[in-house]
Nanobody, 119 residues
């Protein structure tokens, strides 16, 4: 069994910054891609950023230049540094990881952390 635990959400003013963390634990043989998604009220969940095991990254156009995804493979942790936050960034942010075991690989999700950008 694998668990993803997110932290770092909260309330921030427009223009501010937050750093999200997501740590994976459990029966992990390897972790392939890790990513962050978000879901705003009344909207579908959308990709924010993803990072491969080798460090290649991809971002949604709406966050390019403001958000940075990174990972610490030794600690099975992925981070999302969010700068210049806007009210439209308000959402529940979910961590996702593609986990490899000895026989299969599968995707798993964290419980989500709320980010509210408001004055």
């Amino acid at each position: 069994q694998v668990h993803l635990v997110e932290s770092g959400g909260g309330l921030v003013q427009p223009g501010g910054s937050l750093r999200l963390s997501c740590a994976a634990s459990g029966s992990i043989f390897s972790i392939n891609a890790m990513g962050w998604y978000r879901q705003a009220p009344g909207k579908k969940r959308e990709l924010v950023a993803v990072i491969s095991s080798g460090g290649s990254t991809n971002y949604a156009d709406s966050v390019k230049g403001r958000f940075t995804i990174s990972r610490d493979n030794a600690k099975n942790t992925v981070f999302l540094q969010m700068n210049s936050l806007k009210p439209e960034d308000t959402a529940v942010y979910y961590c996702n990881a593609n986990i490899g075991t000895a026989t299969i690989s599968f995707n798993t999700w964290g419980q989500g952390t709320l980010v509210t950008v408001s004055s």
